[in-house]
């Protein structure tokens, strides 16, 4: 569970970082594969920003923890 009061089952973005599940997996098999961001880790490459933050704001990659440019940004 991520907090947010939805069971899993239930919810669009289960670890809350802005991607639909869907979008995260893409296959919709519930298993991270290769290419995909974890579902239910909010920053899958553990650089201190979330997936959807790194997709949506920085346009940087959310599986390569060296992408990060958040900090030109700040």
Request: aromatic share 6%.
């Amino acid at each position: 569970p991520d907090g947010d009061g939805l069971g899993n089952y239930a919810d669009t973005d289960s670890d809350n970082d802005g991607l639909l599940d869907q979008d995260e997996d893409l296959n919709q098999n519930a298993v991270r594969n290769v290419g995909e961001t974890d579902l239910y880790d909010a920053d899958t490459d553990d650089d201190g920003l979330t997936d959807g933050e790194e997709v949506h704001t920085f346009l940087t990659d959310p599986l390569n923890p060296e992408a990060t440019t958040w900090a030109t940004f700040v």
